[in-house]
């Protein structure tokens, strides 16, 4: 069973539709990238799978109606900073202590020491949970971003253009935590315009970061976003005969 469905979703501004019909699923350790034009709906998209804006549809996630149980589910679902550094002048441990408080407010002190010591453990950077983050390498920096991430208990995390404003390199940071975030058991979500740049090397060969692509496209006919295709990375540049997947944009 997918983790995350979405059927046949449907949103409007007043009179008008901004999306029809956009149904999907994903499966957990899956990221996502959501691309479109301006104006095809994409922040429209996210807004109804975080319950911020009034949508038709279903959204099932792990086999409940996210709609009909916001209250408890909401908190399966949030978005992720743009920026995923932290602060170098706090220590690791500190750093997630503070980000329990804001996200396990209702859980005891005592809770969310104990949710901190099990995601320090389980990234395996609890050996240095007393260093200031700027004294940590590149790598134990990475870890100890995904570690505060995951200190919540979201399922679903979803990222708005972690690429705009951000250096070549702070870009390949930022969706490398993502992708970590992605291999303990979640979804990512990532709108971009610059799909591209979101590689990994392995053995030499160069591979996207994203295991799928959702391209939405505005209707000329209605003027509403659908969805124009949802698969592989591999398969959308089939589907479009590009070599790129920006430039898949052009080619709609
Ligand atoms: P961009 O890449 O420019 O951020 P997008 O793909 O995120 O675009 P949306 O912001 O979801 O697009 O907008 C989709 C459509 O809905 C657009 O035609 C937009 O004008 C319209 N729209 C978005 N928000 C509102 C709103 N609050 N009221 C009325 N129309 C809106």
Known sequence: MAMLEVKDLYVSYGMIAALKGISFEVNEGEVIALIGANGAGKTTLIRAILGESKAEGRIILNGQDLYKNFKNMKSQIGMVPQFLTLRKNDTVRNTLMDTAGIKLGSCTKQEREQRVDNILEHVGIKE???????QLSGGQQKKA???NQLVG????FICDEPDSGLDAASRTQQMEILKEISQENKIVMVIT??????VQVI?????????????LARNSVDRAGHLAFYGSVENALAFFGVSRLQDIMIEI
């Not at 240095?128 to 700027?134: D, S």
């Not at 208990?153 to 679903?156: E, L, M, S, T």
């Not at 315009?193 to 979101?198: Q, V």
């Not at 053995?203 to 391209?215: P, R």
């Open 128 to 134: 240095h949970q007393n260093k200031l983050i700027g």
């Open 145 to 147: 971003a995904v570690a």
């Open 153 to 156: 208990f979201q399922k679903v």
């Open 193 to 198: 315009h610059e799909p591209d740049d979101a």
């Open 203 to 215: 053995d030499g060969v160069k591979k996207s970061l994203f295991t799928k692509v959702i391209v």
